[in-house]
């Protein structure tokens, strides 16, 4: 036999589902049904077809929650006698029993590592034995979901998954071989099965990945443990996420000049510490630029074992700058961890908990809980030492309340007892700073939602706000839990790559919809228009993140879509690691990489003749770099219009840096787009860089008629100087008597005066914010989504901006930018569901649930006058001193006033009283 040996018991098992759940045993005479291992229950044919048909998350073909058996007659080769034999169940979720040969030996219940069963004492070498194993994965105590275990990610999987093998070691040999490596040496500890009678000769070395030998020795062994120091003189190079150098530590037991027992021990030479507010790999500062990884596996619903599949998915995110991941409740199989190592991927991993009860400080857990946890974390700990991609552990998903929980203390000394070589946090996300006595090596806070900071205002176009407030609170590192969170449209072709288990039955719904409303020729016009509005919107929340001193890390939710929880289609990428096209890992790694150049400017609308200001910062966390430059430029279009170079920047590496202010006298004898590039390089190398959209407007111009422009608006005094302002138009007494020195009525309200004004063939423009069944927006896209958040303040995904006239003169590509923020931001959007007829100018892109029909800008006739609606923010006086708001009701008044403005949709009066309510004359 070989020196360690595998019994390999994959294939063909007799199966049996027990559907009387309350028998306790079961003989495998009846195990009528065949089922192959390695793979869940569901994907081979067993389990019903669920009645249940899920809005917001995927579907399984087929469901099973409950008891099944398995059952297999093995024979134990010979040369197994003397032998410590273990049998390995991998991929099983979560309870199991062993039975061998019709006797119980015992029951695992972990869900984080594979069920291991020590048989060495129960089974028969030399002979044919009955192995039967009993999986129930139903939930085995009360607790909330976490997304190994939850129906929108793990999907509540039965079965085995990862595969079934015996382990066999000679008795009086190496039980277990642990490898701990820092800068300078080795400590490798051999623990033997047994105290040796007499000392045990070993010899060892250490190889690199191409099997060199780089240290050896050999020596006796004493002891039942030993622990041997081995000094590399730094022979061997360290891992980290830019070279991740691997090695192997091979012991051999030698006895009678025979090698009776080989272990092999995979490591990386690295350190990952803090200090103060930083990260360190190897003692160099490092920015964890993290994704969330939500345990989504569309083909299968469980976790696949295979190496190569994580080897695609660093890769993939290694492509968009991403050096970290967190894995969201949930430890990943071992080839994962292969994967990871290999790829250089540093990975906080986390006890599969996203439960309530450690909410309230003065109340414990229940015991079986709390003790259950513990025991995971222990395993977690003996299982994943020797990866150097392992680096973090946190006690759970969103636990506390604001003030932490000593239960979770506990649980974080406990795991730095077992190996302070790693760091931990109490929970991921919840709990608020100061930390007080929260135990953490490092916190996890949700900056977007810790006070002072909401979502609403996670991103804008003042890029001199950070998240500051939050920072200065804490003095260890910080990494911000699940930033992002905005979403885009569904994409339907999606659909046809589910060729598992699996349905992606949030679609149907939203299909069907689609149909209803004939929108599907729309859809990939959708999609464009709010993907892009999402990598625009997360560059920004990515920005303001880096620009944050103190902040060592970010936790994006997620790289990819996540199928459940209404289904948040929060990715970059789709649920397959495939690119939605919505932007370019070139484009993205300019604000998610190690290196990030900043621009801190308040405000991306100027004046002509007003001076743009740049504040130029660097994000760097690294070792130092020297003699850099950066090139800045300001173009419109393909022509510089100004440009400049800062030399001699030198970079300590320490994290966010300022370079230097940058002031550019703005002209523009028509409002214009601006681009603000940037470029940082050593000598020939470009090592990082970034560009910013800027708008620049002409002084405003009193319009040629303003003597006949009516308006009932107040406000507008300042910007139409010379208009009347009254609050009724044409009204005597109760009669109305047509004004002929009135061109252009501006009003807020539709009242019996303005209805009769444009009936009677008048040009009006509707202010409006009376509609009767407004949609109120945002500027940033809907978050996370619309089912699982309905009373967010925003629930449209975006604008699609049509080309028109009436825009002409105001700079603008078709989709949401930063110049429209202050127009639409917290605005009623029109819903224009009742007149299809009506093609909006400005359209606002509703959530995919809702699917309304809605707009910013929209033209009609009415009657025998033209009337022009909007509802953007262009009426108070602190945003009428804005300019691109300035600009853009010029523009209009401008256009309303010219043969141009000829609209071709025509709405009868009930169709008007059906969008829009109805005033008194006189309404203030």
Known sequence: MSNQATLNLNGEWQFKLMTDQKKETMEPDNFFDVIQVPGSIEEQGFGEVSDHFPIGTWKKKREYEGIAWYSKEIEIPDNFQDHHLQLHIQGARWHSELWINGHLITENNRLSIPHKYDITDHIQVGSRNRISIKLDNRMQMQLQESHIHSYHTGTNWGGITGGVHIVAKPKNGIRYVKVE???????????????????????????????????????????????????????????????????????????????????????GVRSFTTNDQKFLVNDTPIFLNGYVDCCVFPQTGYPVWDKEHYKMQFQTAKQYGFNHVRLHGWTAPEPFWEAADEEGM???????????????????????????????????????????????LAMGNELISQEGHPQLNELVHHAKKIDNTRLYADNTGFGELPSHDRAGDFFIPTLNWHPPYHINDAASPDTTTDYREVTKLETKPLIAHEHGQFTMYVRPEEEEKYQGILEPHWLETIKESLAKKGLQSRVD??????????????KETFEKARRTPGLSGIQLLDIRDFPGQGHATVGILDVFWDAKGIIAPSAFRQFSNDMVLLARSDKRTFYHKETMTVQLDISYFGKAIHDLNIEWQLTEGDQIVYSGEIGGIHLTGQGLQPVEIIQVLLQADKAKSLNFKVRLTNKAEVLATNNWDYWVYPRPTLPNNTSRIWTNMPTLRSILNGARFEEKISIVQHSFQKDPNVDLVISDQLSRDVIQHVVDGGTVWLMSENQQDEIMTRYLPTFWNYLWFPEQQGTTMGMKIHEHPVLKKFPHDPFSNWQWFHLVNQVGALNIDSIPQVEPIIEVIDNFNRQKKLAYMFEVKVGRGKLFVTSLQCKKPADLKRPETQALLLEIIEYLNSDQFEPTAQLTMSELLGVFKVTAIVHR
Not at 525 to 538: D, K, N, P, Q, Y
């Open 346 to 392: 540093l990975v906080q991993t986390e006890l599969p908990h996203w439960s309530v009860y450690y909410r309230e400080r003065q109340i414990n857990a229940p015991a079986n809980v709390h003790d259950f946890y513990k025991e995971e974390l222990e395993e977690i700990l003996e299982k994943l030492h020797r990866h150097p991609s392992f680096v973090m």
């Open 181 to 267: 490596a820092d800068h300078h040496e080795l400590r490798v500890s051999v623990d033997l099965f047994v105290q040796p009678s007499k000392p045990l000769s070993i010899k060892h070395r250490v190889e690199d990945r191409q099997g060199n030998t780089i240290l050896s020795d050999q020596m006796e062994l004493m002891n039942q443990q030993t622990t041997v120091q081995l000094n590399h003189h730094q022979k061997l190079k360290n891992w980290s996420p830019e070279e991740p150098n691997l090695y192997v530590y091979k012991v051999e037991w030698y006895k009678d000049d025979q090698c009776r027992q080989t272990e092999e021990v995979r490591f």
């Open 525 to 538: 016009e959708f999609i464009e228009a709010t993907g892009v509005h999402l990598a625009r919107s997360l």
